[in-house]
């Protein structure tokens, strides 16, 4: 049981913990972080509870964008004043998407999800050679989640101008949160960023990133213990699939020390309660709760 005290920051206590255990020569046979949950009605016509099992998650990075001019009073603003030319920019940046498309642990989830699907969506979700451009094109539309499953997102975090009401900004700056899907690179990324923005005068830096994470197989003896301990402790009707987690958790260390990193959190939670995590009135049912608890339970006595 390994507890880093910043998971919601940098992240770093997990990385001085695995650097403990690497000196130590601690190959851990199965890594379970938090991830998915089990949820409905995510995946186009599966309406059977899934256990979103994530085998790998996307990279995290956060850059800056950044105008700097000489400023001056507000009553006499320039052309192009700083705030302008960042908001163009942010915008540029927003108008100009990363691709979309089928990463293998996403087809697999689909493979899997096909078991309980309609027959002729069941025949899509098995013929993504085929249909993988145009399924990844319409799950970018059905809404947030789903479009973080098959794209490299990017999103403005914070803002900052002006010191005061009545001046120019001296420096408008951007911080930009972006989730990098695997195949995907810091580097690459960046240049996408630049490509975007399409000026010279805004500074792209990178403040900090890391690269996806390695993929871990969804098969074998450690995948097997964990979808035993799903239909024992939170039901027969659970499927276990695989899947990109789409947030950063302190897992990404750990795969420096072990093959089999997985992010799964044994919860049932409904659209609602998904929508509230890191937002008000956050919350998990009792009972949903207890039967969580049951899972950790079963997965360590099968180990």
Same mark, same amino acid.
């Given at each position: 049981l390994a507890f880093g005290h910043n998971e919601e920051t940098a992240g770093d206590g997990a990385g001085a913990i695995v650097a403990v255990l690497d /000196? @130590?020569?601690? @190959? #851990?046979?199965?890594?379970?972080? %938090? &991830?998915?949950?089990?949820? %409905? &009605?995510?995946?186009?016509g599966v309406t059977r509870p899934t256990a979103m099992i994530g085998v790998a998650e996307r990279g995290v990075m956060t850059l800056t964008l950044t105008v700097a001019e000489a400023g001056g009073h507000a009553s006499t603003p320039t052309r192009m004043p700083a705030t302008a030319r960042l908001a163009r920019a942010i915008d540029r940046l927003r108008r100009t998407p990363f691709r979309t498309r089928i990463t293998p642990p996403v087809r697999a989830m689909f493979?899997?999800?096909?078991?309980a699907a309609p027959p002729a969506l069941a025949a899509?979700? =098995?013929?993504l050679g085929w249909t993988g451009p145009v399924l990844s094109r319409a799950l970018a539309l059905l809404g947030p989640e789903t479009n973080a499953l098959v794209r490299t997102t990017?999103?403005?975090?914070? *803002?900052?101008?002006?010191?005061?009401? !009545?001046?120019?900004?001296? =420096?408008?700056?951007?911080?930009? !949160?972006? =989730? *990098? *899907?695997?195949g995907d690179t810091v580097e690459g990324v960046t240049r996408h960023v630049r490509r975007a923005v399409r000026d010279d005068r805004v500074e792209? %830096?990178?403040?900090?990133?890391?690269?996806?994470?390695?993929? $871990? #197989? +969804? =098969?074998? /003896? #450690? +995948?097997?213990?964990?979808?035993?301990?799903? @239909? $024992?402790?939170?039901?027969?009707?659970?499927?276990?699939? #695989?899947?990109?987690?789409?947030?950063?958790?302190d897992s990404r260390f750990f795969t420096a020390i072990s093959e089999h990193v997985y992010r799964f959190t044994p919860f049932h939670l409904t659209r609602a309660e998904r929508d509230c995590l890191h937002a008000p009135d956050e919350r998990i049912r009792v009972q949903v709760w207890l039967r969580g608890i049951e899972f950790y339970r079963d997965l360590l006595r099968a180990s």
């Open positions: /000196e @130590r020569g601690v @190959r #851990p046979g199965l890594v379970l972080d %938090e &991830g998915g949950a089990v949820v %409905e &009605g995510v995946l186009p493979a899997t999800a096909a078991q899509v979700f =098995r013929s990017a999103v403005v975090t914070e *803002l900052s101008g002006a010191t005061g009401e !009545n001046v120019l900004a001296t =420096r408008a700056r951007a911080v930009v !949160n972006i =989730r *990098l *899907l695997p792209v %830096e990178v403040f900090r990133a890391s690269n996806p994470s390695p993929v $871990s #197989p +969804w =098969r074998g /003896e #450690p +995948w097997q213990r964990l979808s035993a301990a799903v @239909r $024992s402790a939170l039901g027969d009707d659970v499927l276990a699939t #695989p899947y990109v987690q789409l947030g950063a958790s």
